[in-house]
């Protein structure tokens, strides 16, 4: 029998799925943002024994979690897609069954809305307000998901606070910074070396330094330096390899007199200014950095970088132009995205440290983002890649999984079906496994036929072949941002 808990919301009935469960309130604000995949949900729920289409394998083990946002109280001013509290949906599965759960995240500025009773800061799209309590902007953790030390971590891509998150309940244990070690903000997308357990961080802000990178050991000991930026820049992501990280520096930043003016920041693109990438090693300092010029464009994520000889390679989603034309082409849902288009295809840079030669190309001319690989892989070269399918006419949604192979350039894909969308979809390895796509990929998908939702578990190595296993969730599970796969000896260990 399905059973389910609640802490918030509306009365479930077992016998069949959770209401929309939309709070009242986005009735009355006309933003894409807030309704349909996107609209948040009231409630926090638990549901064990899952139905299940098919069967779930018996060596899938360990849990699937997925960060994104969901506001609790309705927006101060024009709201933002990046603005809503963090909330995490997570499935465990464990000999042949899954449960279900979700909850909110509960960061500081969180709580200080809970005891409102209302938001309190207005949001990425502004106007600033430097009065408020910690700054003008919520730190909402609710971007990226990491597995860092055997422990699970939320984080926000404005650079916030490392939240640490009970992989087996869900809660919120609290802000970690390695005993008071770790004072700076940092971005979404800091990774964790897999061989050393290194976790390779960086942040960046409105004012000097523009950007900051750090190591911190497993033993906790801390490495970090400033790095000199020629002003406020909007880097999502970093490149890691044994040796080295790899920094961005895009011409897409805002106008700093405009902001003054205004108390609003619109990043703009700046065809006339190179891209540049910064490697450092990896405890280096910003004298270590060299910068290495290449054509204009934006990045949000990377897939993979590595070393080959003195070549430094970096793999990711370009952008090659992210101006957002609401009134040609790209529509208002797009406009809503604050001046980032999300439009990439999969692109190589190369970056030569023995003669700074530089070269890059295109791999694929395929709009696809939100890429993840085998996590044993990062850092070395990699073989596969699962991406989602951007849809031009609904961007910042999925209705596509794509398995890349970039030894060959092949590629498979998994339509959804008309109407059904996805989630950033993890490599979840096989117990035992060896081999690079040796287990499944899992996604959260959405029918906004009915806005049912369900978990979908795939052969990573034939995702053509469809879903090996559909798990019924009790409830819509809304858009979202990015996941992360921990293994059941992780997940039990704490």
């Known amino acids: 029998m399905l059973e389910i808990t609640t802490r918030y919301g509306k009365s479930l009935s077992a016998s069949g799925l959770r209401p929309d469960l939309a709070p009242d309130w986005i009735d009355a604000i006309d933003n894409p943002y807030l309704h349909g995949l996107f609209a948040p949900i009231t409630a926090e729920t638990a ?27 309705a927006p101060k001013n024009r709201y933002h897609w990046f603005d809503g509290d963090g909330m995490i949906h997570a499935v465990w599965f464990d000999g042949g069954r899954a449960r279900y759960a979700n909850r909110w995240i509960d960061t500081w500025g969180a709580a200080k809305e809970q005891d409102a009773g209302a938001s309190i800061w207005p949001g990425v799209l502004g106007p600033f307000d430097f009065s408020l309590p910690g700054g003008p902007l919520k730190d909402t953790a609710n971007t990226d998901l ?28 609290g802000v970690s910074d390695f005993d008071g070690r770790l004072r700076q903000r940092i971005s979404a997308h800091s990774k964790t070396d897999p061989a050393t357990g290194d976790f390779i961080f960086f942040g960046y802000g409105d004012r000097p330094p523009y950007m900051r990178y750090g190591v911190v050991r497993p033993d906790g000991s801390i490495h970090h330096t400033d790095i000199t930026l020629p002003g406020p820049r909007r880097p999502h992501d970093i490149g890691v390899t044994p040796d080295y990280s790899i920094l961005h520096d895009f011409p897409v930043f805002f106008d700093p007199a405009f902001f003054k003016k205004t108390g609003k920041r619109v990043p703009i693109f700046h065809p006339d200014v190179p891209t540049r990438y910064g490697v450092i090693p990896r405890f280096g300092t910003d004298a270590d950095v060299r910068w290495f010029e290449f054509e204009p464009c934006y990045m949000l994520h990377v897939v993979n970088t590595w070393q080959e000889g003195d070549e430094v390679v970096m793999i990711g989603c370009r952008n090659a132009d992210p101006t957002l034309r609401p009134d040609r082409r790209d529509g208002r849902i797009a406009a809503m995205l604050s001046g980032i288009k999300l439009r990439a295809n999969l692109h190589e840079w190369r970056m030569n440290l023995a003669t700074g030669a530089t070269s890059e190309r295109s791999l694929d001319d395929l709009n696809a983002e939100f890429p993840m690989i085998n996590g044993d892989w990062l850092g070395r070269k990699n073989r596969y890649t699962w991406l989602h399918h951007i849809p ?31 989630s950033e979809a993890p490599f979840a390895p096989r117990i035992g496994s060896a081999a690079e796509d040796d287990g499944y990929v899992v996604s959260f998908v959405t029918d906004t036929a009915d806005w049912s939702s369900s978990v979908l578990v795939l052969d990573a190595a034939d995702i053509s072949a469809g879903p090996i296993a559909r798990v019924r969730l009790p409830q819509r599970v809304p858009a979202g941002f990015h996941a992360a796969w921990m293994p059941a000896e992780g997940v039990q260990a704490r």
């Not at 018996?58 to 994104?68: H, I, M, P, V």
């Not at 990491?146 to 919120?172: C, F, H, K």
């Open 146 to 173: 990491i597995v860092l030390n055997g422990r699970l971590m939320a984080l926000w891509y404005e650079s916030g606070r490392l939240v640490a998150i009970d992989p087996q309940t869900l809660a919120t244990e």
């Open 47 to 73: 549901a064990a024994d899952l139905p299940v289409e098919g069967t779930l394998p018996a060596d899938l083990r360990g849990a699937y979690f997925r960060n994104g946002p969901n506001s609790r109280f």
């Open 392 to 422: 031009h006419e609904i961007p910042a949604t999925f209705d596509a999984l794509v398995r890349y192979d970039l030894t060959d350039g092949t590629t498979q894909r998994y339509d959804y079906g008309p109407g059904i969308f996805g």
